[in-house]
């Protein structure tokens, strides 16, 4: 008799016509022949994937995009509900049959003369009773070899689904990677997701952006947990303990390097469970604790190097599991490694740029695309934390919450409790980034780093955020960070990436109650000298100027604040208004 997923797969086989149809079994032996495969095929014109040199990178290979298909497409990502509303203005909204009928029409025998890869994939640990089943069909080898890194791909998922039907849907075509056909549609009432024409990974790695935030968030709405955009990470103090911790950082503001963090500060330790998804759940002891739902890293390159992230260097050059993939970078022609800037001081002689032509240093222009990216497993990060497996997560004590700011938003600050951290959160700005296409360096409202990644409205999302904290008996304390201010010379003021560990202790310090905070308009400040600076050239004044509030730039915070929330109207739960007018009229507003 035939399960539910053999008839989705016949369904598939029946719309886009495949001359083959492969389900994967996630071993290596299958991982090398898709490799194999790879790099004898063509997609565009362009060979799917190019061996490295395996001394310096071992198992890796190269992977160069169409120009037109280099990062998340959000004006073409749409959330497609039954009702408009329950989308919110967070998302672009289309009717799902509307949407389907799109769709259908791009899939039509869309992979005739191309194989339809079947990825039956977990997110989340196995046995854990978090994890969510999953099926993928797409027609692109990088897209398998990919998902394969990136989360638990392989037969014991079969027989975990079963003969149930509760399994998430991503349907995924390349297509003719054609831009004014590349669509990312989300269903988050019938957990499917269906994309078409872009083989980039927030777009075609549908169990990453698309099920493990889109989708998951409006799962955890129903079901009572979170699926956030954050890292997890256990710090190890001098005693041996590990406080646990989530971060939400939007794209380019250090979350990576703060997931892989090696401390400045003698006698501690970061242990690495996730740099980019948290599912948060309330344990049977009422406290949160997260898991990481993803199986790698899909890290941005430049900026990556042995000064700012000697972990993640480790990590990609080792040898443990197959394949790491290089996205987008330059290629030094000498020794056939990705190079991307960032990676050496030097700007190698012979480089190929990142979309194949030889690459003039004396240009203007960058050698490896801004969002070009790298994809390697968990499992081969040196540090990571023993509890990374453990199907009931870690328990979480404090989150932090950041944006990559030149003014305005202090280095730290501690939120007074639960509400006002939702709060605080809720209003975060970012400078835009090449993560998401669009212009570089604008200031843009980013909610939790979720405002791309929230499957319905976030005006309920606010909310729910806040039904969580009634339930948890627990709360960790909410912190804020910008490790990005500027000075008058436009010279950033903080050393930030490993000098970050210095935030983290006094952290930890008000976790345990080591330390008091002095109140401020916006929240809880470090009592002066709370924060080790040993071995640093900073002054008592540049340290004042990181934490000062400068009220004239609060001001014009809060006008974009009032602009920001009206776009949801009523559905900005009361308690964040109360806390919008509390914070205006401290500014004298």
């Not at 344990?283 to 190097?305: C, K, R």
């Not at 700011?405 to 509400?419: C, F, G, H, M, Q």
Request: net charge positive; proline share 5%.
């Amino acid at each position: 008799m035939a399960t539910p997923m053999d008839l989705f797969v016949k369904e598939m086989r029946e719309l886009f016509w495949p001359d083959e149809v492969y389900i994967m079994d996630g071993s290596q032996q299958e991982a090398e022949k898709l490799a194999d495969i790879a790099q004898k095929s063509e997609v565009d014109g362009r060979v799917v994937l190019k061996k490295l040199n395996d001394k310096e990178y071992p198992n890796s290979y190269y992977h160069r995009s169409n120009p037109n298909d280099v990062a998340r497409t959000e004006h073409l990502t749409f959330v497609c509900t039954s009702l408009k509303e329950q989308a919110g203005p967070n998302n672009n909204w289309m009717d799902p049959k509307e949407a389907k009928e799109k769709m259908t029409s791009f899939f039509k025998a869309a992979m005739k003369g191309r194989t339809m890869y079947v990825i039956p994939f977990v997110m989340g640990m196995s046995k854990s009773k978090y994890a969510k089943n999953c099926v993928q069909i797409t027609d692109s080898a990088y897209v398998a070899l990919s998902m394969r890194v990136m989360s638990r791909v392989g037969k014991q998922v079969v027989e975990r689904i079963g003969n149930s039907s509760d399994f998430f849907r991503g349907i995924h075509s390349i297509g003719d990677v054609n831009p004014n056909r590349r669509f990312i549609m989300h269903f988050p009432q019938e957990n499917l997701v269906m994309s078409f024409g872009s083989g980039y990974g927030g777009n075609a790695l549908l169990g990453k952006k698309c099920y493990s935030l889109r989708i998951g968030s409006y799962l955890g709405y129903q079901e009572g947990w979170l699926a956030e955009h954050m890292i997890i990470i256990g710090v190890q103090s001098p005693d041996k303990k590990v406080t646990y911790f989530l971060g939400a950082f939007p794209s380019a503001c250090g979350k990576t390097n703060l997931a892989l963090l090696e401390p400045v500060l003698k006698g501690y330790k970061v242990w690495t469970l996730g740099d980019d998804i948290a599912w948060i759940n309330i344990g049977e002891d009422g406290q949160l604790y997260a898991i990481n739902p993803e199986a790698g890293f899909f890290g941005v390159a430049p900026g990556t190097g042995v000064k700012t992230n000697p972990v993640m260097m480790k990590t990609l050059k080792n040898d443990k599991f197959f394949p790491t993939l290089f996205t987008n970078t330059a290629i030094d022609n000498s020794n056939n490694t990705p190079w991307w800037e960032g990676v050496s001081d030097e700007v190698p002689l012979d480089l190929t740029d990142w979309q194949g032509q030889k690459y003039d240093k004396n240009s203007d222009k960058p050698a490896a695309h801004p969002n070009s990216r790298f994809t390697v497993s968990i499992y081969n990060c040196p540090t990571l934390s023993p509890e990374y497996d453990n199907p009931k997560g870690v328990p979480i004590s404090g989150i932090i919450f950041g944006g990559r700011r030149k003014d305005t938003i202090p280095l730290v600050y501690e939120a007074k409790d639960w509400n006002s951290g939702v709060f605080m959160a809720s209003i975060i700005g970012s400078e835009t980034t090449a993560a998401s296409s669009g212009q570089v360096g604008n200031v843009r409202r980013d909610p939790m780093a979720m405002f791309p990644f929230c499957g319905y409205n976030m005006g309920d999302y606010f909310q729910h955020w806040l039904n969580i904290g009634k339930r948890v008996k627990k709360l960790p304390k909410i912190f804020m960070v910008n490790w990005f201010r500027k000075d008058e010379n436009g010279k950033f003021m903080w050393p930030g990436f490993r000098d970050n560990s210095r935030i983290i202790k006094w952290m930890i310090d008000r976790i345990e109650g080591k330390t008091g905070a002095k109140e401020s308009e916006i929240g809880l400040f470090p009592e002066e000298n709370a924060i080790d600076l040993s071995g640093l050239d900073i002054k008592k004044e540049k340290m004042e100027k990181l934490l000062k509030v400068n009220r004239e730039d609060w001001k014009k915070e809060i006008v974009m604040i009032e602009e920001f929330y009206a776009k949801f109207g009523n559905k900005i739960p009361i308690d964040l208004r109360n806390h919008l007018t509390d914070i205006k009229k401290k500014f004298g507003m």
